[in-house]
Structure formats: structure tokens, C-alpha cells
T-cell receptor
Framework: AQSVTQLDSHVSVSEGTPVLLRCNYS??????LFWYVQHPNKGLQLLLK??????LVKGINGFEAEFKKSETSFHLTKPSAHMSDAAEYFC?????????????FGKGTRLHILP | NAGVTQTPKFRVLKTGQSMTLLCAQD?????MYWYRQDPGMGLRLIHY???????AKGEVPDGYNVSRLKKQNFLLGLESAAPSQTSVYFC???????????????FGPGTRLTVL
């Protein structure tokens, strides 16, 4: 069975310090992995995606994530947090099925940035 | 390109009333999805469509119906609204092109529905 676990429902960091949002997945197949960001009262926007080309993936706004198959993880990082990074972040797994892919969302991590 | 648009943005219903939410996309995507978002639950799939004229049930389909008469539109209907359907509803679309699994979803801005 496929699943996604975001290990923290809330993360607080000070502005200018590193960000780490953790995501573990379970999949019987080789998955595609995504991180989306949702700012308050907005839709979801793609941050980055892993599609097997490279294990370290760079996204928008200075975010990156590393796919670690041995640890079944796809953690999201950023070297220095900015106030505008305050949002909810979703880790998503996509696994190929017959007619469409099985797309599974994590429950989200809300990132708080402290001044 | 407008991307994915949703109509309306807000709606308040009384229990038992019906309504239809409209999702439109101008990217010629084959796949379209309806999700609901509730606090602490992430996004849960209600129904989806892999092409014009086709629909399928997702994780939480009860109380909802959908139609995809045109490729660019995906309608979500509530026949008899209940307070448990108070939520934020998101539509998304995705291409089925080469490397299907790699293709991200594009989301609309959401519809905030309150059922009293």
C-alpha cells in the first residue's frame, strides 16, 4: 500500500535560520514525489518534484529536497527562512496505476516564521 | 492563460439545498480532480475524471456527484447539502502526457462552502 507521512504538523523557525520539513513515504512502486505550498486562502502551488532524474531537486524560492530511497524520505529544506515562507506545505506521492496514478497527499505541515 | 478557475469563490447554503461548483481549465488537460480540504486532514479526493465523459469515485464521494461533459469543465454537485460538507473545495487538473506520473497537478483558488 502507498502512504505519505509528514512527521510534523507544525514547525516554527526564526527568520534567517534553516528550514527542515520532513516527509516519509511508502510505495511498492517507484514513485514520483512532489512538494506543494499553500499560502493562506490560496490554492496549492508546486514547489518542486522528484521524477528519478536526480536525487537532489531544486525548486522555487530557494527550496530543495533530497530523495533518499534507503530511508524512504523526501525532506524539504531551505538554508535561510524568510517571512514570506510562512504557509502550509504538502508532500505528495504519485504512483502509476491502470487508468491514472494514485495521488496521495500528506496531511500538511504548517510553517511558522518567527521575527 | 487563466489556468484553473473555480466558481463561486464563496457560498453559504442551508441544510438540504443543492448547488453546483464549476471548475474550468484552459490547459487542455485530460485529468481533472475535485478535493476537499479540512483542518488537519490534508486534501481528500472526492471524484476525478480521466477524460471527457468519464468520472470515477475518489476517497470521499458520498453526497457528491460530478459531470465532465466538456474536456475543459468539471462540475461538482451537492444534491442535498449537509453541515458535514462545510469545507474548502479545490479543483485540479493534470496532463496525461509522456511520463504521466511526473506531471504535477495545477490547482484552482478554491471555493469556501458553509452549510448551516
Amino acid at each position: 500500500a502507498q502512504s505519505v507521512t509528514q512527521l510534523d504538523s507544525h514547525v516554527s523557525v526564526s527568520e534567517g535560520t534553516p528550514v527542515l520539513l520532513r516527509c516519509n513515504y511508502s510505495s511498492s512502486y517507484s514513485p514520483s514525489l512532489f512538494w506543494y505550498v499553500q499560502h493562506p486562502n490560496k490554492g496549492l502551488q508546486l514547489l518542486l518534484k522528484y521524477t528519478s532524474a536526480a536525487t537532489l531537486v531544486k525548486g522555487i524560492n530557494g527550496f530543495e529536497a533530497e530523495f533518499k530511497k534507503s530511508e524512504t524520505s523526501f525532506h524539504l529544506t531551505k538554508p535561510s527562512a524568510h517571512m514570506s515562507d510562512a504557509a502550509e506545505y504538502f508532500c505528495v506521492v504519485s504512483v502509476p496505476m491502470n487508468r491514472d496514478d494514485k495521488i496521495i497527499f500528506g496531511k500538511g505541515t504548517r510553517l511558522h516564521i518567527l521575527p | 492563460n487563466a489556468g484553473v478557475t473555480q466558481t463561486p469563490k464563496f457560498r453559504v447554503l442551508k441544510t438540504g439545498q443543492s448547488m453546483t461548483l464549476l471548475c474550468a481549465q484552459d490547459m487542455n488537460h485530460e485529468y481533472m480532480y475535485w478535493y476537499r480540504q479540512d483542518p488537519g486532514m490534508g486534501l481528500r479526493l472526492i471524484h476525478y475524471s480521466v477524460g471527457e465523459g468519464t468520472t470515477a469515485k475518489g476517497e470521499v464521494p458520498d453526497g457528491y456527484n460530478v459531470s465532465r461533459l466538456k474536456k475543459q469543465n468539471f462540475l461538482l454537485g451537492l444534491e442535498s447539502a449537509a453541515p458535514s460538507q462545510t469545507s474548502v473545495y479545490f479543483c485540479a487538473s493534470r496532463t496525461s502526457g509522456r511520463g504521466r506520473s511526473y506531471n504535477e497537478q495545477f490547482f484552482g483558488p478554491g471555493t469556501r462552502l458553509t452549510v448551516l
